[in-house]
T-cell receptor, first 113, second 114 residues
Framework: DGGITQSPKYLFRKEGQNVTLSCEQN?????MYWYRQDPGQGLRLIYY???????QKGDIAEGYSVSREKKESFPLTVTSAQKNPTAFYLC????????????FGEGSRLTVL | DQQVKQNSPSLSVQEGRISILNCDYT??????FLWYKKYPAEGPTFLIS?????DKNEDGRFTVFLNKSAKHLSLHIVPSQPGDSAVYFC?????????????FGTGTRLTVIP
C-alpha cells in the first residue's frame, strides 16, 4: 500500500547527541514536509522540500537539518543545537506544489534524556 | 503570530448530537481550508476541505462551512459517534502565503460521550 513511513516511532537521545529521523514515501509525491507538534500547539513547519536536491526552512528550522537526495526520502536531523528537541515529529507529503491535502506519516516521538 | 486559531481547546458532546468545531483565520490570502483528525501518537488524517469559491462542502456526516467575510469556518459532525473522539486541526493555505504550506490551528479535542 502507498503511504509515508516514519522511523523510529520512539527515540531517546542524550543531550548533545544528533539524531536522524527517517521519512520515506511511495506516493510519488513531489513535496515533502517536516512538522513538529508540542502539547497545546498546532503543527509547526520545520523544513520543506518541493523537489529533489532542494529544500527551504520553515518557521522553526534552527537546530535542524534535512536532505533530499531522492524523491522518496526526506530525513530530518535533530542536532545538538536544538534547545528543546523533545517533541512529536511528523513527516508529510503532497502531490504537487499547489494547494491540496498533506498526507502524514505516523510520527516519531523524540525524548531527550 | 497565529494565523489560524481554534479558540476552543476541547469540546464534549453526547453521542448522536451535533458537534460543531470552530476555526478563525486572519490572512485574507488563504483560499483553501482543510480539517484533519488526529488520534494520540498517530499522524493526522485528512477529513474534509473547502475552497474559498464555496461556502459549504459536505461528505457524509461531515460538513464544513466557510464564511469568508468573517474569516471563519466550522466543521459540523452529525450525528456524533464515539469513534469521532480525537483532536481536530483546522488548516489553511493559499497562493501568496508562501511555502505552499499549511498553517495549522492549535486543535480542538472532541470527546463524544456514549
Amino acid at each position: 500500500d502507498g503511504g509515508i513511513t516514519q522511523s523510529p516511532k520512539y527515540l531517546f537521545r542524550k543531550e548533545g547527541q544528533n539524531v536522524t529521523l527517517s521519512c520515506e514515501q511511495n506516493l510519488n509525491h513531489d513535496a515533502m514536509y517536516w512538522y513538529r507538534q508540542d502539547p497545546g500547539q498546532g503543527l509547526r513547519l520545520i523544513y520543506y522540500s518541493q523537489i529533489v536536491n532542494d529544500f527551504q526552512k520553515g518557521d522553526i528550522a534552527e537546530g535542524y537539518s534535512v536532505s533530499r537526495e531522492k524523491k522518496e526520502s526526506f530525513p530530518l536531523t535533530v542536532t545538538s543545537a536544538q534547545k528543546n528537541p523533545t517533541a512529536f515529529y511528523l513527516c508529510a507529503s503532497k502531490i504537487n506544489r499547489g494547494t491540496g491535502e498533506l498526507f502524514f506519516g505516523e510520527g516519531s516521538r523524540l525524548t531527550v534524556l | 503570530d497565529q494565523q489560524v486559531k481554534q479558540n476552543s481547546p476541547s469540546l464534549s458532546v453526547q453521542e448522536g448530537r451535533i458537534s460543531i468545531l470552530n476555526c478563525d483565520y486572519t490572512n485574507s490570502m488563504f483560499d483553501y481550508f482543510l480539517w484533519y483528525k488526529k488520534y494520540p501518537a498517530e499522524g493526522p488524517t485528512f477529513l474534509i476541505s473547502i475552497s474559498s469559491i464555496k461556502d459549504k462542502n459536505e461528505d457524509g456526516r461531515f460538513t464544513v462551512f466557510l464564511n469568508k467575510s468573517a474569516k471563519h469556518l466550522s466543521l459540523h459532525i452529525v450525528p456524533s459517534q464515539p469513534g469521532d473522539s480525537a483532536v481536530y486541526f483546522c488548516a489553511a493555505s493559499g497562493v501568496g502565503t508562501g511555502a505552499n504550506n499549511l498553517f495549522f490551528g492549535t486543535g480542538t479535542r472532541l470527546t463524544v460521550i456514549p
